[in-house]
């Protein structure tokens, strides 16, 4: 008689989540039982585990490209635990695929292959200490994990630089294996005291494919909070939280940086999926929220899924004119919100739900516009001696082709003013002022990279000088930029 596969969680009655040996033995039995479930790896942690990466390819696909070629069958990566006080994703996704392994009436895994890292932030996880301590205003479980990895990095704000095995494992792993069509970033917000049972966000960065963009923004997100609400009366919104804009109230959404994992997923042409539980409702609430706003996520993509693939393809051969260098939040429309309602200097219990509510009306920004562009040129020239920046091109998937002279009909960027901002994630982020112009005075050997391939807008805002969270943000050009009046990189319009 074969016994009943339980998370940590369910088998205490969610007093306790699971550990990463609970996360890896319940994959490994999972890929003994299955022969088209794999337990792969990510990459080895800073402290040296071996983050598991689940893989649930029915159809028996090996890599991304096999799963496309066979027509409108949909990569789905689905990311959890990466903020590792926050634990509902990791116990929700582990009994998700146990489930569908079981019985799966929709068909979901005929039509997807399923790359899941159910334990991301694997070494954040193992840090556990007091749930109120590690992450604050939680009800339950008591003891959880840290939010940084074992760099004590945040794991959500290091797409474009990826310094953490973490990221680099899901730019080989995930990104340069799989391809994925889908990016879930399963996370729990301790914000605004709201009414919401989820709240959710798509990639926000402008520069996502604007069919891709509308897709998951405009279509998919409003099916899924519609269903949930239809079978589970469960109200569903846009993350963000209440703040005061010029004085007024706003709802308002996350940055809009490709540093973010959803944001950087839209970046690439593919749709991102930010997942949000609450963290004074109950533990089991939770994971049960996150569960099902999954599941019904994934419904409503296997019933698009040839419409995704044309977007997809479409996105990936559409080569932007422009791309921004300048942004601003913006509203699309105004909403009923349920805010907390208590006097002022009243003690409230953060760690349980509101119990009495106020209906305010809120421009919901759940947006970001452009406010000023940039030409996207036809290529760039990176210096072989910035190795920093190859070597980070070539983790991106980016494709380089080598010169062995001065390029010709290149311009070159006069840096006229440079700031570094205060640290942030260990970073003086920095900034440079100037102009093109078009005479190149180095002799250096480069590598060219043509923005003529799928990732031209991640291209773009990686080297482009004037982007607000590319290679110049994080220093990777600081060497060059501190010691030169030009610009590393080369352009060619
Ligand atoms: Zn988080």
Known sequence: MQTVLQTRAEATGYAETSTFADVTSFCDVLAREYPFVKRASLCRSTEGRD????????????????????????????????????????????????????????????????????????????????????????????????????????????????????????????????????????????????????????????????????????????????????????????????????????????????????????????????????????????????????????????????????????????RAAEAGIAFEMAARGKEKVDLEDVPPGTRIDHTKAPTKWKSVVLPTYDRWAMTAAAKVPSHYAVPKSSTDAIRLLRFHGIELTELRKTPTGFEQFLIKNTKVSQPFQGHPLRTVEGTWEPRVTTTDDYWIVSTNQPLRMLIFHLLDPLTTDGFVTWNVFDREITSSKTYPVLRKL
């Open 51 to 318: 983050v598991p990466l689940l893989i649930v390819s029915k159809p028996g696909f090996t890599s991304g490209s096999q799963a496309h070629a066979s027509g409108d069958h949909l990569v789905v990566y689905i990311q959890a635990n990466i903020h590792a006080g926050e634990v509902e994703g990791k116990e929700a996704i582990l009994m998700l695929v146990r489930d569908l392994l079981k019985s799966d009436p929709a068909r979901i895994l005929d039509a997807t292959t399923l790359v899941i890292a159910p334990i991301y932030n694997a070494d954040g996880n193992e840090k556990f200490g007091d749930g109120l301590v590690n992450r604050p205003h939680q009800d339950g479980p008591a003891r959880v994990g840290e939010r940084h990895n074992g760099m004590n990095l945040d794991l959500n704000r290091d797409c474009i630089k990826a310094e953490s095995p973490e990221m680099r494992g899901v730019l080989r792993e995930v990104y340069g294996a799989w391809d994925p069509d889908v990016v879930f970033d399963l996370h729990t917000t301790n914000g605004t005291r709201h009414r919401f049972d989820l709240t959710y966000g798509p990639a926000t960065h402008p520069d996502t494919d604007p069919a891709v963009l509308r897709y998951q923004r405009d279509v998919l997100l409003p099916t899924v909070r519609k269903q949930l609400r239809k079978t589970h009366k469960w109200e569903l919104f846009d993350y963000g939280n209440a703040e005061r804009r010029s004085g007024e109230l706003i709802w308002a959404t996350f940055g809009y940086e490709g540093r973010y994992v959803t944001n950087y997923a839209g970046l690439r042409n593919r749709i991102g999926i930010l997942s949000e539980a609450v963290s004074f409702l109950p533990f089991r609430f939770r994971v049960e929220t996150t569960y099902q706003f999954v599941l019904a996520t994934l419904n409503k993509l296997v019933d698009d899924r040839k419409d995704i693939r044309k977007r997809i393809v479409a996105a990936d051969a559409y």
